[in-house]
């Protein structure tokens, strides 16, 4: 992949204008012989190599190509530009370490959490919410803050059964970003908090007050409650049959199945399986 190249009159536009629709442009301004540029080129060379796959370094020589250093209004040397659809963002002149040019272009690049959250929201509109789970939970670990992240992973967890998880995470929500994704995922709660409430649910749990020791009636409270999207309920009511009676029935076939078809970055999925693990070892 091509992460440097040397722009001269012939391909100025195709570079400054076409290449910088894809990816930001990095305008080094150098010439042969003069220190401070010599000292900062393999700098530049590295961070370019680093950030192949959305940088371009783009180097003019000022002695060869004075036209193009003009018509960026170049001073001195070394200058550094940053442009992106056409047009100069960011920049500075004279030498800069390599803590300090990084700053700057990771000012402007994508971060690896947008391409998490971008993949996520793809995944999740074609009905992937495991795998939508795992990548957007990496971009919020990555910047909980982002109102975005927050409200796309709220969703995979109610679709996923962690509601008690998106009622939380809901609740961190500022007012600001308090939008109609936000408002229709308050809605998509209170359906599966409903659908928690069947008469099958109701029924089950009924007899389960008359008789809290009957394993047989946990198990089958614990399919319905997982059935509803009710995960967290229904692992702790299976836990608790194995703690009781580990070679019950199919409890623990069910038990792992329900722990294997959680999504990987889940919390749960983690906790439970340290707890039957415990039990079985």
Same mark, same amino acid.
């Given at each position: 992949?091509?992460?440097?190249?040397?722009?001269?009159?012939?391909?100025?536009?195709?570079?400054?204008?076409?290449?910088?629709?894809?990816?930001?442009?990095?305008?080094?301004?150098?010439?042969?012989?003069?220190?401070?540029?010599?000292?900062?080129?393999?700098?530049?060379?590295?961070?370019?190599?680093?950030?192949?796959?959305?940088?371009?370094?783009?180097?003019?020589?000022?002695?060869?190509?004075?036209?193009?250093?003009?018509?960026?209004?170049?001073?001195?040397?070394?200058?550094?530009?940053?442009?992106?659809?056409?047009?100069?963002?960011?920049?500075?002149?004279?030498?800069?370490?390599?803590?300090?040019?990084?700053?700057?272009?990771?000012?402007?690049?994508?971060?690896?959490?947008?391409?998490?959250?971008?993949?996520?929201?793809?995944?999740?509109?074609?009905?992937?919410?495991?795998?939508?789970?795992?990548?957007?939970?990496?971009?919020?670990?990555?910047?909980?803050?982002?109102?975005?992240?927050?409200?796309?992973?709220?969703?995979?967890?109610?679709?996923?059964?962690?509601? +008690?998880? %998106?009622?939380? !995470?809901?609740?961190?929500?500022?007012?600001?970003?308090?939008? =109609? /994704?936000?408002? &229709?995922? #308050?809605?998509?709660?209170?359906?599966?908090?409903?659908?928690?409430?069947?008469?099958?649910?109701?029924?089950?749990?009924?007899?389960?007050?008359?008789?809290?020791?009957?394993?047989?009636?946990?198990? +089958?409270? %614990?399919?319905? !409650?997982?059935?509803?999207?009710?995960?967290?309920?229904?692992? =702790? /009511?299976?836990? &608790?049959? #194995?703690?009781?009676?580990?070679?019950?029935?199919?409890?623990?076939?069910?038990?792992?199945?329900?722990?294997?078809?959680?999504?990987?970055?889940?919390?749960?999925?983690?906790?439970?399986?340290?707890?039957?693990? %415990?039990?079985?070892?």
């Amino acid at each position: 992949m091509q992460h440097s190249i040397d722009v001269n009159l012939e391909n100025f536009q195709q570079v400054m204008l076409t290449e910088s629709k894809e990816k930001v442009v990095m305008v080094e301004f150098w010439a042969e012989g003069y220190a401070p540029s010599a000292e900062m080129a393999p700098v530049l060379a590295k961070l370019a190599s680093h950030y192949a796959d959305s940088l371009l370094h783009a180097r003019v020589d000022c002695q060869t190509q004075p036209e193009i250093a003009q018509q960026f209004g170049v001073r001195g040397l070394p200058t550094v530009i940053l442009v992106k659809d056409g047009q100069p963002i960011d920049g500075f002149a004279g030498p800069q370490d390599e803590l300090q040019i990084k700053g700057l272009l990771e000012k402007h690049l994508p971060k690896e959490e947008d391409a998490w959250f971008e993949q996520a929201q793809e995944l999740a509109n074609q009905g992937d919410y495991p795998q939508a789970y795992t990548l957007v939970k990496q971009a919020h670990d990555s910047d909980p803050k982002r109102a975005e992240f927050s409200l796309l992973l709220a969703d995979c967890q109610i679709e996923l059964g962690q509601i +008690k998880a %998106a009622k939380t !995470l809901l609740a961190s929500i500022g007012l600001v970003d308090q939008d =109609a /994704l936000y408002k &229709s995922l #308050l809605g998509k709660i209170e359906l599966a908090e409903q659908a928690a409430e069947s008469p099958e649910i109701l029924a089950l749990q009924q007899q389960l007050t008359e008789q809290p020791d009957n394993l047989d009636l946990k198990v +089958k409270l %614990a399919i319905q !409650l997982h059935q509803a999207n009710q995960i967290e309920e229904a692992l =702790a /009511l299976m836990l &608790s049959v #194995l703690i009781k009676e580990l070679a019950f029935g199919d409890a623990k076939k069910l038990m792992l199945d329900m722990i294997n078809a959680l999504p990987d970055g889940d919390p749960l999925k983690s906790q439970y399986r340290r707890k039957v693990y %415990a039990l079985l070892y």
